[in-house]
Antibody, heavy 119, light 107 residues
Framework: EVQLVQSGAEVKKPGESLRISCKGSGYSFTNYWINWVRQMPGKGLEWMGR????????NYSPSFQGHVTISVEKSITTAYLQWSSLKPSDTAMYYCARQPGNWNPLDNWGQGTLVTVSS | DIQMTQSPSSLSASVGDRVTITCRAS??????LNWYQQKPGKAPQLLIYAASSLQSGVPSRFSGSGSGTEFTLTISSLQPEDFATFYCQQSYDFPWTFGQGTKVEMK
């Protein structure tokens, strides 16, 4: 069974750093890109970026470039999304989703990680 | 960036109704258009990919059509479990972009 299991909910203060994870299992991890998608409270889906686990090549949305870092450790089939200095506006649900390459859909999604940033 | 615009933003319908949601792209995305369903508190799930292909396990009452800049998602006979928010998404060119969502509510 294909699974993307994300790390648990986080509560952080402004200015703190954070890394959340997404572990893939049940499929060949390097055959699928991992995408990250943000959903702010009560809002729609926003694509943040994707990483190719084969070579760690990353495409970021211009809206998120410079604000987050996407990385991967293919040896443990895990992708990461990290912030160096959180803001209250980073409060959102974050989803990872796999994609079998360009022009293809996001065909399996993680359960989501809720990040709350508040002083 | 390619802008995706869905209409309507919300609709009220009854069980058994035929429901159609439209998605328009600001430029051609060929057939690289996907539809997702999201229920409250849950992750999105893929319904339709490549504009008209039904994802495995998705009921056949869901269908998609279109190419280029105009796409539709149709639910032939709305079921109680279909009340949710639906999103279109283009995977033609980076950055991938989503429509703003269409919330299907019970009349």
């Amino acid at each position: 069974e294909v699974q993307l299991v994300q790390s648990g909910a986080e509560v952080k203060k402004p200015g703190e750093s954070l890394r959340i994870s997404c572990k893939g299992s049940g499929y060949s991890f390097t055959n699928y890109w991992i995408n990250w998608v943000r959903q702010m409270p009560g809002k729609g889906l926003e694509w943040m970026g994707r990483i190719d686990p084969t070579d760690s090549h990353i495409n970021y949305s211009p809206s998120f470039q410079g604000h987050v870092t996407i990385s991967v450790e293919k040896s443990i089939t895990t992708a990461y999304l990290q912030w160096s200095s959180l803001k209250p506006s980073d409060t959102a649900m974050y989803y990872c989703a796999r994609q079998p390459g360009n022009w293809n859909p996001l065909d399996n999604w993680g359960q989501g990680t809720l990040v709350t940033v508040s002083s | 960036d390619i802008q995706m615009t869905q209409s309507p933003s919300s609709l009220s319908a009854s069980v058994g109704d035929r429901v159609t949601i439209t998605c328009r792209a600001s430029q051609s995305v060929s057939s690289s258009l996907n539809w997702y369903q999201q229920k409250p508190g849950k992750a999105p799930q893929l319904l339709i990919y490549a504009a008209s292909s039904l994802q495995s396990g998705v009921p056949s009452r869901f269908s998609g059509s279109g190419s280029g800049t105009e796409f539709t998602l149709t639910i032939s006979s709305l079921q109680p479990e279909d009340f949710a928010t639906f999103y279109c998404q283009q995977s033609y060119d980076f950055p991938w972009t989503f429509g703003q969502g269409t919330k299907v509510e019970m009349k």
